[in-house]
């Protein structure tokens, strides 16, 4: 019995429905030190990547996006100095970005020399709006760039067979494209590099920027593994950006509609409104009694680091990690939850069943002390628990009331949270106690 249970065995293991559940991790990538990094308003420096790399590696990632070696010095000598320093562990793999264009896949190649393994990732834009405005060119010339580059790439790997290469191939704005369209560009992309279990290749599929409801995405994703004629040799990715807020349900209808695979960012950095937030992907599997292969004990000091790298906030609100998701501050969630952790005591199964409170705090390195805070929106319960959790103080239900009452007054006239040494300190005046 795992500590977290699935959403349909509890609390009816009758019930046959939903009948399409995630049942498995999919392979992560994470792109923060490229999409994450290209969009902040100070890109990180050498020693900002290196501490977020091997917070990564840290983490458990095994296809870390390291950069965009081809588009500055900084980026480009990145990749060098992890590679020449012996700085990328056995079993993770580097993943690096380049439009496809020629003379940016040749430098691309430079900075990969004597690397172990690569996953070489190749992008361009294909949607109608893209072709006509940006590029100016018609369906098949835009099929011709991404072959042509496609052709280079092989040449490159050929050349260098010390390297285990992995090839991802993405149809950028793929979201936005004709389907069929974009089925034939990965059709015409996977003929040329033709992937085989000793020739990985990833198709990559992005809503570059996030364009409709996920269950639309999900049937596009859904569409294109049931069209594409390879699909059995390659490895389904998506990238889902957050333009609409629903970065993560897009992401998690796509491993229904048949990914394999999520890039994406902790906490959600990226361009614009972000990329898919890996933190919450996999702590929602967690919850769910997945293990999603990713360690997240210490989520507080994961947040501190991405904070100082990223030189952005992260929302107090935000899932798993904001300081205010493991604290209760109105009296009836209190009780619940106090009631939760008395169950908790009396009963001997392992699982976890608490009230407001979908993940064990203690999961993440977080503590039950902070659960409950005590403030003008408690009710009665949360003072007296706190005397019983801190001091082993029982409080009948009279003096429970009384107390209450006392603390509301001293709440309503500052209109601020008490910490539990305040209570304790207003408890041993009021009564008294030396
Ligand atoms: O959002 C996007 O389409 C990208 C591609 C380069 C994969 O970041
Ligand atoms: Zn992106």
């Known amino acids: 019995e795992t500590k977290y249970r699935p959403f349909n065995a509890f609390p009816f293991p009758e019930r046959t429905w939903p009948n399409n559940t995630i049942t498995k991790a999919p392979i992560w990538c994470a792109v923060d030190m490229r999409d994450g990094n290209q969009s902040l308003i100070n890109p990180m420096d050498h020693d900002r990547k290196i501490r977020f790399f091997k917070l990564l590696v840290d983490c458990g990632f095994k296809h870390i996006e ?11 000598n990145f990749v060098r100095y ?40 190749v992008y361009n834009a294909i949607a109608e709006i893209f072709r006509r405005i940006v590029f100016n060119k018609s369906q098949d010339e835009i099929i011709d760039m991404a072959t042509t580059a496609t052709q280079l790439v092989v040449d490159h790997c050929n050349k260098n067979p010390e390297t285990h290469w992995t090839f991802e191939y993405s149809p950028e704005n793929f979201s936005l494209a004709e389907i069929d369209y974009a089925i034939r560009i990965c059709e015409a992309v996977a003929d040329v590099w033709k992937p085989s279990e000793q020739r990985p290749m990833i198709i990559n599929l992005p809503s570059s920027v996030e364009a409709s409801t996920p269950n639309v995405f999900a049937d596009q994703i859904e569409y294109f593994c049931t069209h594409f004629s390879q699909r059995d040799k390659v490895c389904i990715s998506v990238h889902p950006h957050n333009d609409r807020g629903t970065a993560i349900a897009t992401a998690e209808l796509s491993l229904l509609a048949g990914a394999d695979r999520i890039e994406g960012c902790l906490f959600g950095n990226g361009e614009r409104t972000g990329n898919a937030d890996l933190v919450v992907l996999a702590l929602n599997l967690y919850s769910q009694g997945i293990h999603p292969n990713l360690d997240f004990h210490d989520i507080k000091h994961i947040g501190e680091v991405v904070k100082e ?64 805070r005590v403030n003008s929106q408690s009710g009665k319960s949360g003072a007296a628990w706190i005397l019983q959790q801190n001091h082993g103080i029982e409080l009948p239900p009279h003096l429970q009331r009384e107390f209450s009452t006392i603390i509301q007054q001293k709440t309503d006239q500052s209109g601020h949270e008490l910490t539990p040494a305040e209570i304790w300190s207003i408890f041993r005046e009021h009564y008294g106690l030396t």
């Open 82 to 121: 992890l590679i020449d320093n012996n700085m990328i562990p056995e079993d993770v793999t580097i993943q690096v970005l380049t439009a496809a264009r020629p003379e940016l896949i040749e430098r691309t190649f430079e900075a990969l020399k004597g690397a172990k393994k690569v996953v070489i990732h």
């Open 309 to 372: 790298c990223n030189e952005l906030p992260i929302h107090p609100r935000h899932p798993y990690v904001g300081d205010l998701v493991f604290s209760a501050f109105s009296g009836s969630h209190q009780d619940a939850i106090k009631k939760g952790f008395q169950n908790r005591q009396k009963q001997n199964h392992t699982y976890w069943e608490m009230p407001y409170l979908p993940i064990d705090p203690a999961d993440l390195g977080c503590s039950y002390e902070a659960v409950i």
């Open 66 to 76: 390291v950069g965009f070696p081809s588009a500055s010095e900084t980026e480009f």
